[in-house]
């Protein structure tokens, strides 16, 4: 493995038998200069051996290549990845005409030039040209097809660059390039600006020629690194070395330290503005959802000039995604809400915040004083949850509202909330603690970092020598790298956790100090055990006895060992059930809070969930709504639908406003058209967001929200890994305000309880008291983190009523529900919808409805895709990338076929988050967004409410000529000029 993923990659020639570089940036790799015999599974091994999750996004031939022996068309195939030739190189590759031959070329040459078939590239190229953020230029006479950063700075990938006597002159021999052609060549580099110099089929830029290189095309040498290669073990071959490749492991790369890697965005705006001096600073990217990344953010000219990764972060370790490295093109966006927008019959305003807030203030209070505080609901994703239980929750219940509205009941808090009731927290894998084994189950953290991990540390864990179990009805990146992969049946996890408990106390693997010590009811749980036979959990979870025993055994046996849960656990109708089984499975290993296991870890010196204002009133809470889904009800979770059902039908209490924070509700939450139903029909509807999304479009007020590098906060204060990070507030983009900011002030106007700081500042101030520590000195400081303890529960027990670990709970029996996880199969297909269709895929560079107004994001992913087993696409008339049509029995949706191999036939998954922020009408979110085809209604958790999201009942056919209004690309077929100010639907 390179010792850094980020940047230039040269493949060793005796690995490919030719010269081949990989331009990895982020997530994407991009193959330059392919076309040798026999290649593609060869350079697919080396984007595997960078590191799993990089996606061959485009393949650049260069220098006349043409297709030998079918390998850019095998690469193609096989990664989707288009094919771009420059112009110069067209006519030789397409089969036009051939380039000429050397004399004296070797016989093997000659049979590889005999077998070259034409290849007809995607995209032909010209000067100028912009591959994925690179600029394409042709160097006559010397390298067609070289790259060139967008900025003018030039990366040199492709023919050899030589320096002989001060002058640079292109290949030597056998190629030769007559005195004039040299001459131009060297005008067009020497008006470049080098930063990378990457040798191709002459001699290596090595020793004094390279420096006269360095010199004479001005490489900056600052920053420049020469990086030691290594494969993985399973990949080494033995060390071929030659004159030719001597430099391969001293090869020049760059990394994100590097002006490479700067961003180019979609436009500038004249109110966007640096709030600090030129500079770097460390803060904390939230670019995304989950959890907290360390970075630095360089500031240059008041602009934002780089982003790189921090590698001193203790979770990111360095690690930056294409979200991040698209934050430049989100301050500059055009399409970016400036200014609080009000709606004026049927068009938009723009106000003042004093008036857009004065309206809110006034109206909420007119339908708290005639309906009571219930009638007023405070919706938000998870975004900005660095300050959801402080200023959300606390916003709601000093307004005296139950009806609160967020992603938990299908995302993260079913097993974070079995976690409080059975353990006394959520249980975290603790990488730090070295993990012998890490079963991933229900997340993919090679393209979403749920909750509190980042993939650097489970991919650390693996290069220690982890072994990798990982369960899950798609083959991922991740899957694909396991030891074992357990291809359990969409929202049949339940089943799976209990056969694999079945297999552990009938082979007595359990841990007996633990079990005899610590817990209680173990009896009575092996006695349940033994009724389920190993054929009931075949059948229910399609995954063999013998696989699931031996993932089973290792786990048992490897110490520690560490299960690495994901929002595939809570999507589903046994949701609660499943983390009941997966905390039995930790349980049972004596891996419960121990080091490399699964840990509770104390949170930081921080002021607690709650602590800054006055909780829910006693009366108010007794009306939420909801008492029989008891987990979701004890922490103040009414059921998404019960709200929907407030709103439309006025039971148990009439809902009349909401406030919409961080979430695209049209988008993200199940049932879509019900939401679109119940959104207007509300007397106030406030959106603070970003962009003018299809929920903002229904509001009747809007409200500019700011981006994380817009806003202090401390972040992650609210995750378990019991750190927190400073973020800090770098940029102004016109009026933008943070929620925080936003909240404090709206609370004050309305003179609610505990509201009583003047800014941000002073409430980061407070909330830092138990550290000591001023908002200014913690962001300095960058980071805080609780104490480290293990195996708690030795002297403080467990909060059951027995005081122990429950493999039969009390408490649930208590509440009138089993208190053994029992599962009920929620998959009800039949002839008219024969297949199972999961809904919850996520893909890279999105977070959940984000990221489809940036055009470098859109870029690397233009179109939703449904993946679909080549067998059954064949028995229905589908073959890939033709527009399919996705039919529930709640509504109908279109994405592309994407055929997968790898998927149950009877399996088909869906890309979630979809709408077109280039489409103008309601149809933007109708399309193919995933939630037209979700139901709130039953089969629902019956301790969460949570709806079913894995595993519904569907079928697909391919869509019929004109069904779809979108081209290949993902573009309206029939698109007008974008209204500046957009009307508001009726």
Request: hydrophobic share 40%.
């Amino acid at each position: 493995m390179p010792e850094s993923v980020y940047g230039i990659y040269r493949i060793p020639i005796e690995r490919v038998n030719g010269n081949s570089y990989l331009v990895v940036r982020g997530d994407e790799v991009i193959v330059v200069d392919t076309g040798i015999p026999g290649s593609a599974e060869r350079i697919i091994g080396e984007v595997g051996a960078l590191g799993p999750g990089r996606r061959i996004s485009a393949i650049i031939l260069t220098h006349y290549h043409l297709d030998h022996s079918g390998s850019a068309a095998d690469l193609r195939a096989a990664t989707g990845a288009k094919v771009y030739v420059h112009e110069a190189d067209a006519p030789f590759v397409s089969g036009e005409r051939r380039p000429p031959l050397p004399p004296n070329v070797p016989k093997e040459t000659l049979d590889a030039y005999s077998q070259m078939r034409p290849v007809r590239p995607d995209v032909v190229l010209r000067d100028g040209d912009v591959v994925f953020g690179f600029r394409v230029i042709h160097v006559p006479g010397h390298t067609p097809g070289s790259i060139a950063l967008h900025d003018g700075r030039a990366l040199f990938a492709g023919d050899n660059v030589n320096v002989r006597d001060g002058s640079i002159v292109g290949s030597p021999a056998p190629y030769d390039w007559d005195s004039s052609m040299a001459k131009e060549s060297l005008g067009r580099l020497l008006s470049l600006e080098f930063d990378v110099l990457l040798p191709g089929h002459g001699p290596p830029v090595i020793g004094d020629a390279a420096a006269k290189a360095r010199s004479a095309l001005k490489v900056r040498t600052l920053g420049l690194r020469a990086l030691r290669l290594s494969a993985p073990a399973a990949a080494r071959e033995p060390k071929v070395r030659s004159q030719r490749d001597s430099h391969s492991k001293g090869i020049i790369k760059r990394n994100l330290n590097s002006s490479l890697y700067r961003m180019s965005g979609a436009g500038t705006s004249e109110d966007y503005e640096a709030l600090v001096p030129d500079g770097s600073y460390r803060t904390a990217c939230r670019a995304c959802a989950n959890g907290s990344c360390g970075v630095t953010v360089e500031v240059r000219g008041g602009r934002l000039a780089s982003i790189r990764g921090d590698p001193s972060d203790p979770v990111s370790r360095g690690y930056v995604c294409a979200k991040a490295l698209a934050s430049r093109e989100l301050l500059e966006n055009p399409l970016r809400i400036r200014s609080p927008m009000i709606r004026d019959g049927d068009r938009w305003r723009e106000a003042s915040w004093d008036e857009a807030l004065g309206l809110i203030a006034r109206r909420l209070s007119e339908i708290r004083d005639e309906y009571g505080p219930e009638a007023i609901a405070v919706a938000t994703g998870s975004p900005r949850y660095d300050i959801y239980e402080w200023l959300y929750v606390g916003f709601a219940g000093a307004l005296g509202t139950p009806s609160i509205l967020a992603v938990s009941n299908f995302c993260f808090v079913p097993r974070a909330a079995m976690g409080e009731l059975l353990v006394g927290g959520h249980v975290v894998v603790d990488y730090d603690g070295d993990p012998r084994l890490v079963m991933v189950w229900g997340a993919n953290p090679m393209e979403s970092n749920p909750d509190e991990y980042k993939y650097p540390q489970l991919d650390a864990a693996l290069r220690r020598g982890a072994e990798l179990v990982v369960v899950d009805p798609r083959r991922t990146a991740l899957a694909a790298r396991a030891d074992i992969w357990l291809r359990v049946r969409p929202a049949a996890d339940l089943p799976l956790a209990l056969g694999m408990a079945k297999v552990i106390v009938e082979e007595g693997l359990y841990d007996r100090d633990f079990v005899g010590n610590y817990s209680c009811c173990f009896g009575e749980f092996r006695d349940r055990l033994s009724r389920i036979s190993h054929a009931w959990v075949e059948e229910a979870s399609r995954v063999g006895r013998r696989d699931y025993a031996r993932a089973a055994e290792e786990y048992a046996t490897a110490k520690p060992a560490a299960i690495h849960w994901g929002v595939g656990v809570d999507q589903g109708a046994n949701s609660a059930y499943t983390a009941y089984a997966l905390l039995d499975l930790m349980a049972l290993t004596g891996n419960l809070d121990a080091p490399g296991g699964n840990v509770i870890f104390d949170p930081p010196p921080v002021v607690p969930s709650g602590g800054m204002f006055p909780g829910l009133p006693e009366g108010a809470r007794a009306r939420t709504p909801g008492r029989e889904y008891r987990l979701a009800w004890e922490r103040v979770r009414p059921p998404h639908h019960l709200i929907w059902d407030a709103i439309l039908t006025g039971k148990p209490y009439p809902v009349r406003a909401m406030l919409v924070f961080a979430a695209n509700l049209l988008v993200t939450r199940p049932n879509s058209l019900k939401i679109w139903r119940a959104l207007r029909s509300l007397d106030l509807l406030v959106v603070a967001d970003m962009f003018m999304t299809p929920t903002a479009r229904l509001a009747h007020v809007v409200l500019p929200a700011a981006s994380w590098l817009e806003r202090d906060e401390i972040a992650d204060r609210g995750k378990f890994h019991g750190r927190a990070f400073a973020r800090r507030r770098l940029f102004r983009v016109g009026g933008a305000r943070s929620d925080a900011e936003i909240l404090l002030d709206l609370g004050r106007r309305m003179g609610l309880p505990g509201f009583r700081w003047g800014s941000v500042r002073e409430f980061l101030d407070e909330a830092l008291r138990p550290s000591g520590l001023t908002w200014d000195e913690f962001s300095s400081l960058g980071r805080l983190r609780g104490p480290v303890r293990y195996h708690k529960y030795r002297a403080s027990g467990f909060p059951t009523p027995s005081g122990k670990y429950e493999f039969v709970s009390g408490k649930l029996e208590e509440w009138g529900y089993p208190g053994f996880p029992e599962f009920r199969d929620p998959v009800a297909t039949d002839d008219r919808y024969p297949l199972i269709l999961i809904t919850g895929a996520r893909r890279l560079p999105y977070m959940a409805s984000e990221g489809r107004q940036l055009r470098s994001l859109r870029r690397l992913r233009p179109c939703p895709e449904v993946e679909i087993h080549p067998e059954t696409a064949a028995r229905l008339g589908i073959s890939d990338g033709d527009w399919v049509a996705i039919e529930t029995g709640n509504g109908r949706i279109y994405q592309r076929a994407r055929l997968n191999p790898w998927l149950d036939p009877q399996v088909v998954s869906a890309e979630y988050g979809w709408w077109y922020p280039e489409m103008e009408d309601d149809r933007s979110w109708t399309l193919s967004n995933v939630n037209v085809l979700t139901s709130d209604g039953p089969p629902l958790d019956p301790l969460m409410g949570g709806a079913l999201l894995r595993g519904l009942a569907c079928r697909v056919e391919r869509a019929g000529p004109g069904e779809v209004p979108l081209d290949d690309e993902c573009r309206p077929r029939r698109s007008r000029p974008r209204d500046p100010n957009p009307r508001p639907p009726g």
